[in-house]
């Protein structure tokens, strides 16, 4: 089912499609990307990256729920606190 459409008036005053990461959160996104790009040939992670090659069992059941709100919510939102400043330019792509 695609996204329902919506009206400006239905998010500017709503705040479920802004999602912030805890510290352990963002802490999981850097161990994840730093095992892959070991566990890969030089970095080169590409599209050999999996679900199991990345794993982030804290975060999973919030992604879960970013799935279900972009196809059956608003479809989008805004993800805060993302760990740009923790990561290489090429553990952010891999991330």
Do not use: C, Y
């Not at 400006?8 to 005053?13: H, Q, R």
């Not at 959160?25 to 599209?47: K, P, S």
């Not at 999996?50 to 982030?56: A, I, Q, V």
Request: glycine share 6%; proline share 6%.
């Amino acid at each position: 089912m695609a996204a329902r459409p919506w009206k400006n008036a239905d998010v500017i005053d709503n705040p479920s499609w802004h999602h912030t990461l805890t510290t352990e959160e963002r802490n999981e996104i850097v161990h994840a990307t730093r095992r892959a790009m070991a566990d890969a040939d030089h970095g080169a992670v590409g599209e050999d990256l999996t679900r199991e090659s990345f794993p982030l069992p804290l975060l999973a059941p919030r992604i879960a729920e970013w799935n279900e709100m972009l196809a059956e919510g608003h479809g989008f939102l805004l993800v805060h606190g993302f760990p740009v400043e923790e990561l290489t330019d090429d553990e952010i792509q891999v991330a």
